[in-house]
């Protein structure tokens, strides 16, 4: 069983498209993370949510404490934004992580 | 400050072999967490190390080994290789145990023959 399911595991979208990508887990946590990993392996916090939404550019994520739920959003998507997004979360002592979602934008 | 660090950025071994992996956290930085990534398995923790002492343990076995020194840097080894280790190692600091805000390093892809 896993603790984090994330979904699509594949998305491809046009330039400008917007973009869900969607997490739910099923433990209890005091918060939630969206990170992103480029080809070559490095990853970067994208955002860290312990309720309602933030915004980071084009980049917007919400959470739902109630129905253990979380969505990334990107508008006006960019072929830079072409990444693998992963949710993590931390219930006691170590992180559990979704299998990510590989998302490629075309230009 | 610099970010963390990990060397070597590769590494090719033989089945049967050990390896050691090294980790530098960023400055000031005192826990590092070392992650396994496997295309079928994802993402997955193998240990934190705070202060020199290992505070929490994926579900690894003990052929899986870490350390940290008194200057943060943090050593993993894994010994009597097996094709299925294969994978990119990822670690990561924060400035606290258990600390929510993590840092990555570029990883260490080891391919096991």
């Known amino acids: 069983k896993n603790e984090v399911e994330q979904s699509p595991q594949n998305l491809t979208a046009q330039e400008g498209e917007f973009i869900t990508i969607n997490c739910s887990y099923s433990?209890?946590?005091?918060?939630l993370h969206w990170l992103q990993q480029h080809p070559g392996g490095g990853i970067v916090s994208l955002f860290m949510?312990?309720?309602g939404k933030k915004k980071h550019g084009r980049l917007i994520a919400t959470i739902n404490i109630q129905e253990k739920h979380s969505s990334l959003h990107i508008t006006a998507s960019h072929p830079r934004d072409s990444a693998v997004y992963i949710c993590?979360?931390?219930?006691?002592?170590?992180?559990?992580f979704g299998t990510g979602t590989s998302l490629t934008v075309i230009p | 400050k610099a970010g963390v660090t990990q060397t070597p950025r590769y590494l090719i071994k033989t089945r049967g072999q050990q390896v050691t992996l090294s980790c530098s956290p960023i400055?000031?930085?005192?826990?590092v967490s070392w992650y396994q990534q496997t295309p079928g398995q994802g993402l997955q923790f193998l240990f934190e190390?705070?202060?020199?002492?290992?505070?929490n343990k994926g579900n690894f076995p003990g052929r899986f080994s870490g350390r940290q020194f008194s200057n943060s840097r943090s050593e993993m080894n894994v010994s009597t290789l097996e094709l299925g280790d294969s994978a990119l190692y990822l670690c990561?600091?924060?400035?606290?145990?258990?600390?929510?805000?993590?840092?990555f390093g570029p990883g260490t892809r080891l391919l096991v023959l």
């Open positions: 990561a600091s924060s400035l606290v145990s258990g600390g929510e805000t993590q840092y």
């Open positions: 433990v209890g946590i005091s918060a």
């Open positions: 949510l312990s309720s």
């Open positions: 993590a979360v931390k219930p006691a002592g170590q992180f559990y």
């Open positions: 400055s000031g930085h005192r826990s």
């Open positions: 190390y705070f202060s020199e002492t290992q505070r």
